[in-house]
């Protein structure tokens, strides 16, 4: 299974910010999938945003951009103009066969 | 269209007990794979089946099984209950399974072993 690396347990960040939330990943595959998805209280996974490894741009969804550095192995996740609704578990993950998680890291917006 | 359901939503079980956790999959999906959700930490990949065959498997013990039907549902069913074994456990299903397209997930169910 591939590794995921998440270092940022929570983050702070006020109303109409940026945040940039970062996930390293570990993997011999040259084809494989990045993901980032979403947790709420509720528990339910919300997908967000998909990066393919042989994407050359980095995808966009919305708020949600993905900041792909393949030499880096690094997929950050950028949310512009936080908003409330936005405080959750955030996880990144990576294919190909299963998803492996990372840690998580919990955001809480501010008003 | 409905997206993925889980029964029940939560549980009480006792160790050494039996559980047995359903999953209907979103409209169209073929691919059903489960994960295990501890608290504070990331899905672990249990299982996914796929044309009623489990076809691929995360480090779980036998303890741990499944079954998918031919209107491509599933059930999870775990064994000899642990105190570990307590966890959000999250039903996922996709069209194809490869592992390069999106999951959908079901809200989970929540297990507690007493």
């Known amino acids: ?111 | 269209d409905a997206g993925v359901t889980q029964s029940p939503t939560h549980l009480i079980k006792t160790r050494g007990q039996q559980v047995t956790l359903r999953c209907s999959p979103k409209s169209g999906h073929d691919t059903v794979s489960w994960y295990q959700q501890a608290l504070g930490q990331g899905p672990q990949f249990i299982f996914q089946y796929y044309e009623e065959e489990e076809r691929q498997r995360g480090n779980f013990p036998d303890r741990f099984s499944g079954h998918q039907f031919p209107n491509y549902s599933s059930e999870l069913n775990v064994n000899a209950l642990l105190l570990g074994d307590s966890a959000l456990y999250l039903c996922a299903s996709s069209l194809g399974g490869t592992g390069m397209e999106k999951l959908f997930f079901g809200s989970g169910t929540q297990l507690s072993v007493l």
């Open chain 1, 1 to 111: 299974a591939q590794k995921i690396t998440q270092t940022q347990p929570g983050m702070f960040v006020q109303e109409k910010e940026a945040v940039t939330l970062d996930c390293t990943y570990d993997t011999s595959d040259q084809s494989y999938g990045l993901f980032w998805y979403k947790q709420p209280s509720s528990g339910e996974m919300i997908f967000l945003i998909y990066q393919g490894s042989y994407d050359e741009q980095n995808a966009t969804e919305g708020r949600y951009s993905l900041n792909f550095q393949k030499a880096r192995k690094s997929a950050n996740l950028v949310i512009s103009a936080s908003q409330l609704g936005d405080s959750a578990m955030y996880f990144c993950a990576s294919s190909p066969r299963e998803l492996s998680f990372g840690a998580g890291t919990t955001v809480t917006v501010r008003a």
